[in-house]
């Protein structure tokens, strides 16, 4: 009996001293704990999260409603130094220093892995709208489009290539259009036509800036003077893409084909430079009809060349139908066609109304050795109100009211 009060003894001063208030005011407070690894010189402090978990606090619970049963069964003989009083450990009311959420939910790490239900429900901020039919919808927020839209370039109008315009999106204003720009400026191109020049070939913007200058170089090595290449490039902005041998072979079909000297065959081409960009086929269409089916000859082709160049780029049908217009309705020779070579680049549908109208009013004459001649090139090149006072010595309402009768 002796030795069962001195364990008991031992236990009530090994247990901790808690004292129980009421559940507004309830704390708890141990005198000494036993832990797995209990810091140095703790003689009171609070109940804390840092020290305590859920299972602990579970388990002393158990052994303290242990100890009340062995402490009422030996009251009389033992009673312990400290009042215990029973308790609901679920109904303890636990003061902290921090708030603790035992029930938090914990979040990712960066480093965790998701499963694919997961991945397929996170939604990631885009700077860009992932997928637009127009240019517009991204010129607020990007710098490139912006800039390009201040320097006169047409987006609706790039947008409508193929491919074109995610090109635009992916390209640096800074380290892709602003050095280019810069070259075109140095070659001598108007600043008012960037913006025209980028909306026919933005497709230049990609290309290395050691190439553009080597095309440069070469039209500058075939005599081609600097303010002639920068009309060059604005009026065919295309011919930056071209490489050099591809330059060369223009240059020498034209010289070969029209059998001119170099510096007719520079003066076409530095006019009409939309020949070194375009097919050839159309070209050697043309002349083979010049010669095989209007009937001129080689020197009378190179003449109406010199002097109107679209006639190579001329649509056939177009070429042929004027062609006989003038030469079987208005019975004009050949040799009259040459001198006047604009005839067969103009209106087939002007032609034929002014010609009808002389024709009606008896002044069709154009033969420069007969009176009352009208010369060709007034025929086809002055305006209406012109044409109706100086040529037909009518007024433009008769004129009018002739071609109503048509």
């Not at 080597?214 to 893409?241: C, D, G, I």
């Not at 159309?282 to 002349?287: A, F, S, T, Y």
């Not at 009378?300 to 649509?315: C, D, S």
């Amino acid at each position: 009996m002796a030795c069962v009060k001195l364990c008991l003894r031992c236990r009530s001063l090994l247990s901790c001293s808690i004292v129980i208030r009421t559940r507004q005011h309830t704390q708890i407070h141990f005198s000494t704990i036993p832990t797995r690894s209990p810091p140095k010189n703790i003689t009171a402090f609070s109940f804390h999260s840092s020290y305590f978990s859920r299972n602990q606090i579970h388990n002393n619970s158990n052994f303290c409603n242990k100890h009340f049963e062995t402490e009422a069964a030996q009251k009389a003989e033992a009673p312990p130094k400290a009042q215990i009083v029973g308790f609901d450990i679920n109904q303890v009311q636990i003061s902290s220093a921090l708030p603790f959420d035992l029930d938090a939910v914990t979040e990712y790490s960066p480093l965790d892995e998701i499963s694919d239900d997961e991945a397929a429900s996170l939604t990631v901020p885009m700077s860009l709208p992932p997928s637009s039919t127009s240019l517009s919808v991204y010129v607020d927020r990007s710098e490139t489009l912006s800039k390009l839209v201040q320097l006169g370039v047409n987006l609706w109008k790039l947008e409508q290539r193929r491919n074109v315009g995610s090109m635009m999106l992916r390209l640096d204003f800074q380290t892709d259009v602003s050095p280019r720009l810069l070259f075109l400026k140095q070659i001598g191109v108007d600043e008012s036509r960037f913006g025209h020049i980028i909306t026919l070939n933005p497709f230049f913007l990609t290309e290395d800036l050691s190439n553009l200058e080597a095309r440069v170089n070469y039209l500058q090595s075939k005599q081609f003077k600097m303010e002639v290449v920068a009309s060059m490039v604005t009026k065919a902005p295309h011919l930056l893409n071209f490489s050099l041998k591809r330059l060369d072979n223009r240059l020498g079909f034209y010289q070969q084909q029209l059998g001119l000297s170099a510096a007719n065959t520079r003066n076409i081409l530095s006019r009409l430079p939309r020949l070194l960009c375009s097919s050839l086929e159309p070209v050697k269409e043309n002349l083979k009809v010049c010669e095989i089916e209007l009937g001129f000859k080689k020197n009378e082709i190179q003449h109406i060349i010199l002097a109107v160049p679209k006639v190579l780029m001329a649509n056939k049908r177009k070429l042929t139908q004027t062609f006989d217009f003038l030469h079987n309705t208005m019975k004009l020779p050949h040799h009259q066609i040459v001198k006047f070579p604009q005839v067969l680049n103009t209106k087939y549908l002007r032609l034929k109304e002014r010609h009808l109208f002389l024709q009606y009013l008896g002044r069709a004459q154009y033969d420069p050795a007969q009176p009352n001649y009208i010369s060709l090139d007034r025929l086809v090149s002055v305006p209406d109100e012109a044409f109706c006072s100086d040529l037909a010595a009518a007024t433009p309402d008769d004129f009018t009211l002739f071609l109503k009768t048509l």
